[in-house]
């Protein structure tokens, strides 16, 4: 199946320490992202990696950092877990052409990620 | 900074009836609008997505319409069934690679 995926689907862990979230797309799109999505449901970016190259970094807390080994893989990575941290991320792709990206974007199922 | 906003935020409706979302934004410099769905607990599935060259889309029962200079987009649903009931998020492409979400509208068909 040609899809954006993402593991683990759930992730509970202890304030303070660090975890990875891993996401892979086969639909050979160039563009990759992390959305955070809060307990409001309200969908924000985090990054954006465009081959491997960071393009976008939102306000957000350096302890999180993302990864991209390929333009098929988008990794983040969260030290020192805090309980703001909670919430529900995306991985999603698209695919930029001429420096604009004029197609759509495919989501991956979500992490739920619950620190405690 | 680009605003989305989504009205209504809730919505009940009965079976079979025809039905409107409405999503606005504030910068009119988009390159284009998606309309997602989401179930409880799930990720978002892409609905439409209209160019901002484009005045409208249609997928089967959905169609959306674009008017880039007002800064609105509809999503009219057509006939709704129980299947329908979700979140219905639009979404508008900005520069630098960049979806700004709208707030969301949660829909619920009733049998």
């Known amino acids: 199946d040609t899809a954006v995926s993402q593991t683990p689907k759930y992730l509970v862990t202890q304030m303070g320490n660090d975890k990875s979230i891993k996401c892979e797309q086969n639909l050979g799109h160039d563009t990759m992202y992390w959305y955070k999505q809060d307990s409001k449901k309200f969908l924000k970016i985090m990054f954006s990696?465009?081959?491997?190259?960071?393009?976008i970094n939102e306000t957000v807390p350096n302890r999180f950092s993302p990864k991209s080994p390929d333009k098929a893989h988008l990794n983040l990575h969260i030290n020192s877990l805090e309980l703001g941290d909670s919430a529900v991320y995306f991985c999603?792709?698209?695919?930029?052409?001429?420096?604009?990206?004029?197609?759509?974007?495919?989501f991956g199922s979500g992490t739920r990620l619950t620190v405690v | 900074k680009q605003e989305v906003t989504q009205i209504p935020a809730a919505l009940s409706v009965p079976e079979g009836e025809n039905l409107v979302l409405n999503c606005s934004f504030t910068d009119s410099a988009i390159y284009n609008l998606q309309w997602f769905r989401q179930d409880p607990g799930k990720g978002l599935t892409s609905l439409l997505l209209?160019?901002?060259?484009?005045r409208e889309q249609t997928s089967g029962r959905l169609n959306a319409s674009l008017d880039k200079s007002s800064g609105r987009s509809t999503l009219y649903i057509a006939a709704s069934q129980p299947g329908d009931s979700a979140t219905y998020l639009c979404a508008v492409k900005t520069g630098f690679q960049k979806l700004v979400f709208g707030t969301g509208t949660r829909l619920l068909v009733s049998p």
């Open positions: 209209i160019q901002s060259s484009q």
């Open positions: 999603a792709s698209s695919r930029r052409t001429g420096g604009i990206t004029n197609y759509g974007y495919t």
């Open positions: 990696y465009n081959n491997k190259e960071l393009i």
